[in-house]
């Protein structure tokens, strides 16, 4: 399936990623509305971790295997066999952060239920991506890597 | 205490910023900050050198930079800049350094010449609908060609280089900008089947892969060459002088000599390179034609080697002399070039405009019979496709873009090279900022920046009813001078404007 790598050499510690991920999932995809008057506050599900000497952004990995979904108490948190995106389903959550401890990278955020990367599946184009100043995300298949 | 009050304030709409950060982190010269107490984000404009890095980042826009109107009293002849200039010799007692060409407001002849267009008596060409040529050959040209019976040439030919468009990339080294910055314009080189120059700082080894369409320079410092460097490049040129800085070498201090610089211009680490003002080798065109030999030699003759002169006052028969020293190629560098760092008195106040320079040089080497001997080729500020079709008129046969390439990468002209703390990545040696120049998405911005100027020269020269960039070298018939006194006109060999 086609994922978001982060290339660390190319990473600017700049977290456009994360201003954009969080607009993307707000109601009024507007960056000020997002950040300033809309309530819960949306989160972004794309985090930058390190300084300007090094960097790199962190998400969902998506794996073939989650620990998020195995360890989920309702059945929420559930991988779509057919695209492989891995996410809850916000009516069946409960917030119990049994995923986020599970979760080997680290990114699952919990707001009141868990909040994580979908891969921005209603556009089909992450919003990270598309806004990096510097291409150092890329939205590729794991064979196209190299 | 400090005398002068900043050059510019930051404007921060509040209803727009959201405090991200974005601008904090990517200001070197920190004139940003995150507020730990509050956790806004708030300006120090003491420290910004109005690189618009910031202002291009900001995802709501929410940022602007503004000239303060807080200035000392209105003079027409101690302008701001001049007692800025003062108060700043006054606080560190050392020469003033500047980056880039000069700002100052001195005749731009581009600007006051004109093109030709056909009209009713010779047809205009549809360059989208009829062949036009572009292609470029740099390198002396025989002056009479023999063939056997069968049509081969006898005559050996001089060795030249053959370009897609009449652009080239100018000499910038590595050190004085990134390597990122330089593969860039290497890989655009590349693609567009034309040249970029190593400058005076060696060729990296991960250029190797581009060496097909380098040029290698070898200044007075002579920094990174050996054999094997002669030999990668496709031209060899010597640096005599640098239009913004005409009489004086280089100097890239110690603290930008990191262990790949050091590697490639062979020098030790956190050396200060210093390129000596003359080479030492060269007191006269007698001692510049063994350097030439010397390097045709070590080259086997199959390079051109240009010299490279600033355009000084007697431009004209140091040009005549170099092209009689056995240079192939003539590179002019006019006053307005560019530097990563050049002493502020010299880069605003030696040399002269490369219009004047070119028609000069042009005209006396014609003079003399000896135009085919060499080729032409200028610097120093070619600011777009209508400057390059009017130096080709006045009789070059290339030109070097150095700052407008620049500015596809990203440079705003900040003017503030020489600190090293280039937002964009480019005139710097910090991994933390010359990450920002990412080769693959700059160098197909340089390349755009190429196919435009050359789809705009093909549009020009058709208007003209010229379809071969061969018919309009030295085609000052094309041109008329608007403004211009008897004297300048006379000079750029043009007639005015209704003539």
């Not at chain 2, 135009?371 to 600011?383: D, E, F, L, P, W």
């Not at chain 2, 085609?475 to 608007?482: A, S, W």
Request: net charge neutral; proline share 5%; with cysteine.
């Amino acid at each position: 399936m086609k994922k978001v790598y982060a290339i660390e050499e190319l990473c600017l510690n700049c977290r456009l990623c994360e201003v954009y991920c969080k607009t993307a999932h707000s109601k009024s995809k507007n960056v000020v509305k997002a950040y300033k008057f809309e309530s819960p506050e949306p989160v972004a599900r794309i985090m930058v971790e390190g300084d300007n000497a090094h960097s790199i952004a962190m998400q969902c990995r998506h794996c073939a295997d989650p620990a998020c979904v195995n360890a989920c108490i309702t059945g929420a948190m559930q991988k779509d066999p057919v695209t492989g995106i891995v996410a809850p389903d916000p009516n069946k959550c409960v917030g119990c952060m049994t995923c986020l401890g599970a979760c080997p990278y680290g990114v699952i955020k919990v707001n009141h239920i868990a909040m994580k990367c979908d891969l921005c599946r209603e556009t089909g184009e992450p919003a990270c991506v598309k806004n990096c100043p510097n291409n150092a995300l890329i939205y590729v298949e794991e064979e196209e890597l190299q | 205490m400090r005398y002068f009050t900043s050059e510019f304030l930051i404007e921060r709409n509040k209803d727009r910023c959201i405090n991200c950060g974005v601008c904090a982190r990517q200001c070197s010269n920190e004139a940003h900050y995150i507020d730990l107490d509050t956790g806004e984000v708030k300006s120090d404009e003491t420290k910004c050198v109005d690189c618009q890095r910031c202002v291009c980042l900001c995802p709501t826009n929410a940022l602007m930079i503004i000239k303060n109107p807080n200035q000392t009293r209105d003079n027409a002849n101690w302008s701001q800049q001049a007692i800025r200039e003062v108060e700043m010799q006054a606080s560190t007692g050392g020469i003033l350094l500047s980056g880039m060409g000069t700002p100052k407001e001195y005749p731009v002849y581009w600007d006051k010449i004109l093109l030709n267009a056909s009209q009713v008596t010779n047809p205009s060409i549809d360059p989208l609908r009829e062949p036009m040529e572009t292609k470029t050959y740099l390198g002396a040209k025989p002056t009479q060609l023999e063939f056997d019976e069968e049509g081969n040439i006898l005559t050996k030919l001089p060795p030249t280089v053959e370009l897609d468009t009449p652009l080239m990339m100018s000499a910038m080294s590595f050190g004085s900008i990134s390597l990122n910055a330089q593969k860039s314009l290497a890989m655009a080189a590349k693609e567009c089947n034309t040249f970029f120059n190593t400058g005076e700082g060696g060729l990296h080894k991960e250029l190797d892969q581009y060496a097909d369409h380098a040029i290698v320079q070898v200044a007075s410092g002579r920094f990174g060459v050996s054999k094997d460097y002669l030999n990668k490049g496709q031209i060899i040129e010597i640096k005599i002088g640098q239009g913004a800085k005409p009489g004086i070498g280089g100097h890239l201090p110690g603290e930008k000599v990191n262990v790949e610089v050091s590697q490639t211009r062979m020098i030790p680490e956190h050396s200060d390179a210093i390129s000596p003002a003359p080479h030492h080798d060269i007191y006269s065109i007698e001692d510049l034609r063994q350097l030439i030999f010397s390097l045709k030699e070590v080259t086997r003759y199959k390079k051109p080697v240009a010299v490279k002169i600033a355009a000084v006052h007697n431009i004209a028969a140091i040009a005549s002399g170099s092209v009689r020293a056995g240079a192939d190629i003539i590179v002019i560098d006019g006053f307005r070039g560019g530097s990563g760092s050049t002493p502020t008195r010299l880069r605003d106040n030696v040399g002269i405009p490369i219009e004047l320079a070119l028609a000069a040089v042009d005209q006396r080497l014609r003079d003399e019979s000896i135009r085919q001997n060499c080729s032409i080729v200028i610097a120093g500020s070619v600011r777009n496709s209508a400057d390059v079709v009017k130096a080709i008129a006045l009789g070059a046969d290339a030109c070097y873009i150095g700052s407008s390439a620049l500015i596809a990468m990203g440079c705003h002209m900040c003017r503030t090279c020489m600190t090293g703390k280039c937002n964009w990545g480019i005139a710097t040696q910090n991994p933390e900022l010359t990450r920002r120049l990412n080769p693959e998405i700059q160098y197909k911005r340089v390349v755009n920046l190429l196919h435009a100027w050359n789809h705009e020269i093909q549009e020009m020269m058709g208007g003209m009813g010229i379809n071969a960039i061969e018919s309009l070298r030295g085609n000052r018939l094309m041109l008329r001078g608007i403004g211009l006194s008897e004297k300048e006109l006379e000079i750029l060999g043009i007639k005015h404007a209704g003539e």
